[in-house]
C-alpha cells in the first residue's frame, strides 16, 4: 500500500496535475508499537486539512474502536507451574502456547489440540490454535486458551494456581467478553471484542495480555471493572493502554468522495463500514482507512490474512487500487476544506 501512494504522487508529478492543495505521502514506521510518530509529526508540522491511510478493507472505514489494553497478573506464587508462554504480539490471537510442569501422578494423553511430553519429572504441553488479528476473532483458535483448558481439565497445578487459571479461562471462553462480563454493543461498530494475545511469566508471577477493541457503548474503565469482577481477588487488573473511539461521519464530502471513487472504478455499490482495528487514520483530526484490502474476494490457497501465517496480496487489486487513489487525489483536490 505504501508503495502505491508513491506511485500515486509519481503519477500527479508526471501529469503535471494541477493541485489546490499540497499532497504527502506519510510512512510511519511505529504502527504496531502506539503509533508514536503521529504523535511526533502533529507536534511539529500542520495536520493535513483530511487524509486517509491505505492500511484497511476496500470501500472506506469511517470508524474505528476504541482499544483497551492491558494485564492480568497472577497473585499467587508459581508451585506446579515452571513456565508457560504464548503468543507474539497482544494484538493477534496465538496459534500456539507451551508450558512446563512439575510431574506428578499420571501422565495425560495427547489431544489433537495438545501435545503431552515427559522428562526429568517436568511435563511439557503444546497447544496449537489458529491465529489471526485481535480485532477480527471470529474463526480464530487461542492456543493460550487451549492450554489453559487442558491443564485445568487434568487437574495439572496447584489449587492457587487453578484460581488463577480459571480467571484466564473466563477470558478465553469468548472473544467477545460474555466470559467476563465486558461484553457490549451500539450499533454503529460490531460488537466489543476482547483477547488474551500473550502469557508469559515474570517475577515469579503469570502475566496475561488483554487486548479488547470496543465500541462506544461502553469504555475502558468498564472494561478493567468487569475484569476486575471476574478475576474476583484471584488477580491483578494492570491497565496498560486505553484509545477511545474513533468516528467520522460516513455522509462527509470528503468520505463521500472516497466512496464514490472507489464505486466508479470498480463499478460496486459499497457502503461504508466500521471496524475493530486501529490504524494512523484515528490519530489525526480529519482522516480514514481506505482499501487496499478485499476480505470478500477470493484468494489463493497459498495466500494467507492480514497479520496470519503467509500474508500476501494480489497485484491486480493493488494495481485497482492504485487507480482508486489517484483518481481519489485527484477529486479530493475539488472539496472545500
Known amino acids: 500500500p505504501s508503495i502505491s501512494c508513491l506511485y500515486a504522487l509519481k503519477y500527479l508529478k508526471e501529469k503535471n496535475v494541477p493541485l489546490r492543495y499540497g499532497v504527502r505521502a506519510l510512512l510511519g514506521s511505529n504502527e504496531e508499537t502506539h503509533m508514536d510518530d503521529v504523535e511526533y509529526y502533529l507536534k511539529n508540522y500542520p495536520a493535513p486539512a483530511f487524509c486517509f491511510s491505505p492500511d484497511a478493507d476496500f470501500p472506506v472505514c469511517n470508524g474505528e474502536k476504541g482499544i483497551f489494553q492491558g494485564e492480568l497478573v497472577s497473585k499467587c506464587p508459581l508451585d506446579t507451574i515452571i513456565s508457560i508462554n504464548g503468543g507474539f504480539a497482544v494484538n ?32 511439557t504441553l503444546v497447544a496449537a490454535g489458529k491465529s489471526g488479528h485481535a480485532s477480527l476473532p471470529e474463526g480464530t483458535v487461542n492456543a493460550i486458551g487451549v492450554l489453559i483448558n487442558f491443564i485445568l481439565d487434568n487437574s495439572l497445578c496447584s489449587n492457587e494456581e487453578a484460581e488463577y487459571l480459571s480467571v484466564l479461562k473466563k477470558l478465553h471462553s469468548s472473544p467477545y467478553g460474555k466470559g467476563v462480563g465486558a461484553d457490549s454493543e451500539d450499533g454503529r461498530f460490531s460488537p466489543l471484542t476482547i483477547v488474551g494475545g500473550m502469557i ?54 470528503e468520505i463521500q468522495t472516497c466512496l464514490n471513487t472507489y464505486n466508479e472504478v470498480t463499478g460496486e455499490h459499497a457502503q461504508t463500514f466500521t471496524m475493530g482495528g486501529g490504524t494512523y487514520a484515528r490519530h489525526f483530526p480529519n482522516a480514514a482507512s481506505f482499501g487496499p484490502e478485499h476480505p470478500d474476494r477470493p484468494m489463493p490457497d497459498f495466500a494467507g490474512s492480514i497479520h496470519g501465517v503467509d500474508e500476501a496480496a494480489c497485484v491486480d487489486w493493488l494495481l485497482e487500487a492504485l487507480k482508486v487513489y489517484i483518481a481519489t487525489l485527484i477529486r479530493l483536490e475539488e472539496v472545500d476544506f
Do not use: H, M, W
Not at 502456547?97 to 494423553?109: D, F, M, Q
Open 92 to 123: 493477534a490471537v496465538p496459534d500456539k502456547a507451551t508450558a512446563v510442569l512439575k510431574c506428578s501422578g499420571k501422565l495425560p494423553e495427547s489431544t489433537e489440540s495438545v501435545s503431552v511430553s515427559a522428562a526429568d519429572g517436568k511435563i
Open 200 to 253: 508469559r511469566i515474570k517475577d515469579g508471577r503469570i502475566l496475561q495480555s488483554v487486548d479488547s477493541r470496543y465500541p462506544t457503548s461502553t469504555s475502558g474503565k468498564k472494561i478493567a471493572e468487569a475484569l476486575n469482577n471476574a478475576a474476583n481477588g484471584a488477580a491483578e487488573v494492570i491497565v496498560k493502554d486505553d484509545i477511545v473511539p474513533f468516528y467520522i461521519d460516513p455522509n462527509s464530502t
